[in-house]
């Protein structure tokens, strides 16, 4: 029987959370450890915390992805700085190269990479779908060449649930497949039915790994797939949602190449699907504007790795100017921070006349600096995000922030 606790607060928060045992065993492996507080919400917007062993994540949040177990050019203490609460690592890769089982013997991935936070690591699947040409998928699995020495490798429900039991992060992501942006409906389709059936495949793997017993150190989530076809992602929300009672939903294969209408579109529809007393991660989106719009739809967690890709290109966020290019000939003599509005270590202490110099001559430096920028600009908007929900006012201050970032015509 699973029993969904409702408690109120004198601060009107609702804090949900999972006692008992439930349908199947992955949702009593995770109730012990985990749980989610629905603290505030404003239209379809939500405030919440999710609590995991490793500590809380305040949502809306974004996670710097570390997907080699850092976050390019920056120690994990810094990261912590930034005010991150979770950091996400990449399955695929950490197989590869150091390899699980040494990751495994080396203390699990919180030791290995040093930190001490809640960790994500995804499923490895779009990294392994994205290799064109080099990779065969059928209903067993994947079977692909590595794109460091060309060596042959198969992801299998069951061997990527496996990878991320070694590697013990806090949340684990289902291997499910990622059709392309822009496929046909068939594709699509295809796709849903396979990533249901690798599902439930991932869900017993899952419960064997962990004994069904309680307590347990990982929760698993499902990916939602679908393309832009509003009634498969439906219909796969719900065939999702009926199988299991998992702790939390990930959004998938949208921010492919898809229209920005379509993955607002596709959002909306699944806002009204999903239970809303667990987090919904949306996978791969982290652009500021983008991170408000899906905020508005009802997405609590967030990851991408544009904010380093973008700063090792010398390109950073502005709150008023939107994306800008410092290797720009109009900084050269910038003595104005980087952004006025920004806490950051890099807006504190230089000016963009500096960091256009390093920019330019190529120094490292420059990569460092405007990653804790990039880094803590989304990390703040998630946690401005968070505050005007409790205060009821996000609505009129998303249109405004938006307006005022939209201004110059320089957002992605």
């Known amino acids: 029987m699973n029993i969904l606790l409702v408690e109120g607060t004198a601060d009107g928060r609702h804090n949900v959370a999972f006692r008992g045992r439930v349908r199947t065993p992955v949702g009593y492996i995770a109730a012990a450890m ?12 939500r405030a919440g915390t999710l609590t995991t062993p490793h500590g ?13 177990a850092t976050v390019k050019s920056l120690a994990m203490e810094e990261v912590s700085a930034l005010g991150a609460h979770m950091v996400l690592a990449n399955t695929y890769h950490l197989y590869l190269r150091p390899g699980h089982q040494l990751v495994r013997e080396l203390g699990g991935l919180h030791a290995f990479m040093r930190w001490d936070g809640p960790l994500l690591t995804d499923s490895g699947g779009f990294q392994v779908f994205s290799l064109e040409g080099i990779r065969d998928i059928h209903d067993n699995g994947v079977v692909f060449q590595s794109h460091i020495d060309g060596s042959k ?3 299998t429900p069951e061997s990527v649930m496996e990878i991320q039991h070694a590697l013990g992060a806090d949340v684990v992501m289902a291997f499910d497949e990622c059709p392309p942006g822009g496929c046909d409906r068939a594709t699509a389709d295809a796709a849903c039915e396979r990533t249901l059936a690798w599902l439930a495949r991932c869900r017993d ?41 998992w702790v939390g939903y990930g959004i998938g294969g949208l921010s492919v190449g898809e229209a920005k209408e379509d993955m607002w579109r596709v959002l ?12 919904r991660y949306l996978m791969g989106v982290g652009y500021p504007d983008d991170l408000l719009e899906a905020i508005a739809r009802g997405c609590d967690m967030f990851d991408c790795v544009a904010p380093t890709r973008n700063a090792r290109h010398g390109t950073a966020w502005t709150s008023t100017e939107g994306q800008v290019n410092l290797k720009a000939a109009r900084f050269k003599r910038d003595t104005a921070a980087l952004d006025s509005a920004c806490d950051c270590y890099t807006c504190s202490r230089y000016d963009r006349a500096y960091l256009r110099h390093l920019v330019v001559a190529s120094e490292w430096l420059a990569m460092r600096l405007l990653s804790i920028h990039n880094l803590r600009f989304l990390v703040r908007l998630a946690e401005e995000a968070r505050r005007t929900i409790a205060e009821g006012t996000f609505e009129s201050w998303r249109v405004d922030w938006l307006e005022r970032y939209r201004k110059e015509g320089s957002s992605p």
């Open 56 to 68: 809380d994540v305040l949502t809306p949040a974004f996670m710097p992805v570390g997907t080699q």
């Open 205 to 245: 793997r899952f419960s064997a790994l962990h004994d069904g017993s309680a307590p347990a150190t990982q929760a698993l989530f499902p990916v939602l797939q679908g393309n832009v076809f509003d009634d498969l992602r439906l219909e796969h929300a719900r065939r999702t949602r009926d199988l299991d009672d």
């Open 268 to 279: 909306e529809g699944l806002d009204g699907e999903l239970p809303t007393d667990r987090p």
């Open 153 to 155: 490798h198969t992801f």
């Open 34 to 45: 985990f749980q989610y507080n629905l603290e505030a919400t404003d239209g379809s917007a």
